[in-house]
């Protein structure tokens, strides 16, 4: 398993290519499958119902989502009402190779960007613990992800993803500062209809 250093806070790591072409038609079949049963949906932000540019669904006991009343995570589609698809093995596989100790993930955020989507600088502080660490599959066109410091203020630095790659924020870099600044249409054959899919998978309760 390649890790390519980033720099930054301790705990972030780059793992280029961590699923080939097989792997990601195989996974993609199956995420594929999650939608069918969790179709996606278009989140706003809270207070003021400005809608996300990305749609999105997920898998696992929990799912997070946000609406007028704010960010939160819960176990049913809000749409639909039922409950979440479970998470496919491939990824509870990865989970356990990449975070061997920690805690079972309890919900994978799919997120699906058209060409135009974007993800402005976040943390990823919705979830009751950060011992565990966030990691995240891309699939589909390449992204340029955005990553800084534990403050908004801090410097960042970018870098592409590609179909295939993973990257964890764990340690201190659990809660550094992230994003996607712009899809790159047209890098990659693996969706039909072009776009990006990713998938975070993530820890919420201590227990």
């Known amino acids: 398993m390649?890790?390519?250093?980033?720099?930054g806070p301790d705990g972030l790591k780059y793992l280029p290519?961590?699923?080939d072409r097989a792997a990601q038609e195989s996974l993609l079949r199956?995420?594929?499958?999650?939608?069918?049963?969790?179709?996606?949906?278009?989140?706003?932000?809270?207070?003021t119902g400005k809608?996300?540019?990305v749609k999105m669904s997920n898998c696992g006991p929990l799912g997070w989502v946000s609406d007028i009343n704010g960010y939160r995570?819960?176990?049913?589609?809000?749409?639909?009402?039922?409950?979440?698809?479970g998470i496919p093995l491939a990824l509870q596989e990865l989970w356990r190779e990449i975070a061997p100790t920690a805690q079972p993930p309890?919900?994978?955020l799919i997120n699906y960007y058209e060409q135009s989507a974007r993800m402005g600088l976040h943390q990823d502080r919705d979830e009751q613990t950060f011992d565990a660490p966030v990691?995240?599959?891309?699939?589909?066109?390449a992204a340029t992800f955005r990553v800084g410091g534990l403050s908004r203020k801090d410097p960042t630095r970018?870098?592409?993803?590609?179909?295939?790659?993973?990257?964890?924020?764990?340690?201190?870099?659990?809660?550094?500062?992230?994003?996607?600044?712009?899809?790159?249409s047209g890098t990659s054959s693996l969706l039909k209809n072009g776009g990006r899919i990713n998938l975070t998978l993530r820890r919420v309760t201590a227990i």
């Open 51 to 53: 809608a996300f540019s």
């Open 135 to 141: 990691i995240s599959v891309s699939l589909g066109d």
């Open 73 to 85: 995570y819960q176990q049913a589609h809000p749409d639909t009402g039922a409950p979440w698809p």
């Open 2 to 7: 390649q890790n390519t250093s980033l720099g």
């Open 17 to 19: 290519g961590y699923f």
């Open 158 to 184: 970018s870098f592409r993803l590609q179909s295939g790659d993973v990257v964890v924020l764990g340690g201190e870099a659990r809660l550094a500062f992230h994003g996607i600044d712009r899809i790159l």
């Open 106 to 108: 309890q919900a994978c």
């Open 30 to 47: 199956e995420v594929r499958s999650c939608v069918a049963e969790a179709p996606l949906f278009q989140p706003v932000m809270p207070r």
